[in-house]
């Protein structure tokens, strides 16, 4: 399987969702980076599921256990390598699945690519649990960005057809990212949360679900990172944000508004500001030729909504190879837009700073 991500900063996950733990082990991080381990866990838990009532019920804890490159919680500049526990399982909810896959689920394309071997029990290797020892690294990373200067947060920018408001794209402040971060339901306009939360309560109680869009920015990012033309900004931090099982989409800056545009309100105009060459639009997120331009960089992923619903649907038997019925059980998220937020966020850091070590920044 292709889950070892980077070139200059390596991250390898490994594990499955019901099996005894997953983990990550992140290659090439600097040696003599202190770590805050109460601010990794913070992170850990925005990402973890059983603590909101849009999130599954399934209880886990998300306390990863550091089996190498930290002394003293300084890291060594040896390979790191943390461990997840499965502590609550029910894998009895998953024996049928493979002979009958779920809709929207990799349960059948997984077992063509691997032969029927592949893991199903709470989708194996492909599921969302996944992005926990994501998060992991992405905390790692946050805190080596932060002391550059870099910060890293967002928002959820719908939920369904309902919308909050997005960040300014030129002056969105670390401080505002920061402030987001101590909410599980970030929102630039919490008065907003009441209705998302009811769109999601109306489908739980439908035995449905319901997805949404994710807004990231981060702020300090210097201007000059990136490598044209397929190892550009856009290009790094779309392939990682894509390991998050949910994503489905990613735009930067305008995005696909660029296309109803005139170049005369697609192109951002220069101006200096202090010794500091600035933008007084962002269209761009941040990004020109690949490379950043120091403004903020700022992207969107569309998060579907989660497969596992408990409605009947359709699908086929793999052994009788005849159309069936199948009803999901166990225990899901109507929504996991809040908790794949953190993810996403995790995963922009994991990509800057892996140009920022390509440039020599770190």
């Known amino acids: 399987m292709s889950s070892t991500w980077g070139n200059n900063l390596k991250i390898s996950i490994f594990g499955e969702s019901h099996g005894i733990g ?12 202190r770590l805050d381990f109460e601010e990794i866990q913070f992170q ?11 999130s599954t019920p399934r209880k886990e804890e998300d306390m990863p256990e550091v089996c190498s490159g930290i002394l003293n919680d300084i890291t060594t500049g040896a390979p790191l390598c943390a461990v997840i526990e499965n502590a609550n399982t029910r894998s009895v909810d998953y024996d049928k699945l493979q002979r009958l896959p779920r809709p929207g689920h990799a349960d059948y394309t997984g077992a063509v690519r691997y032969n029927g071997y592949n893991d199903v029990r709470g989708g194996g290797h492909f599921s969302g649990r996944l992005t926990a020892p994501l998060t992991f690294a992405g905390a790692v990373c946050r805190q080596i960005l932060k002391r550059r200067g870099i910060t890293i947060g967002g928002h959820i920018y719908a939920i369904g057809n309902i919308f909050d408001i997005p960040f300014d794209p030129v002056e969105v402040t670390a401080e505002h990212l920061s402030g987001l971060q101590r909410s599980f339901f970030a929102l630039n306009k919490p008065e907003t949360e009441a209705s998302m939360r009811r769109m999601i309560e109306e489908a739980r109680m439908q035995r449905d679900s319901v997805g949404g869009v994710v807004e990231i ?14 190892g550009g900004v856009e290009n790094v931090l779309s392939s990682i944000i894509y390991g ?4 489905k989409g990613v735009e930067f800056g305008a995005g696909f508004d660029v296309a109803r545009m005139r170049g005369s309100e697609s192109n951002d105009p220069f101006t200096v500001v202090g010794n500091r060459v600035v933008t007084t639009r962002n269209v ?3 990004i020109l030729g690949g490379i950043s331009d120091g403004m903020p960089i700022i992207v969107r992923a569309a998060v579907k909504p989660t497969p596992s619903i408990s409605l009947e649907q359709h699908t086929v038997d793999l052994k009788e190879k005849r159309d069936a019925i199948l009803t999901v059980g166990g225990r899901h998220d109507p929504c996991i837009v809040p908790r794949a937020l953190p993810a996403i966020e995790s995963a922009v850091a994991i990509g800057i700073t ?3 070590k390509e440039v020599g920044k770190l």
């Open 22 to 33: 997953i983990g990550v082990v992140i290659d090439g991080l600097p040696a003599g980076e």
């Open 354 to 356: 892996d140009m920022m």
């Open 44 to 54: 850990m838990n925005r990402r973890a599921p059983g603590n909101d009532s849009t």
């Open 284 to 286: 761009c997120g941040g």
């Open 244 to 247: 998050v099982p949910a994503v």
């Open 217 to 230: 920015a981060a702020v300090g990012v210097p201007a000059g990172i990136g490598s044209p033309m397929f």
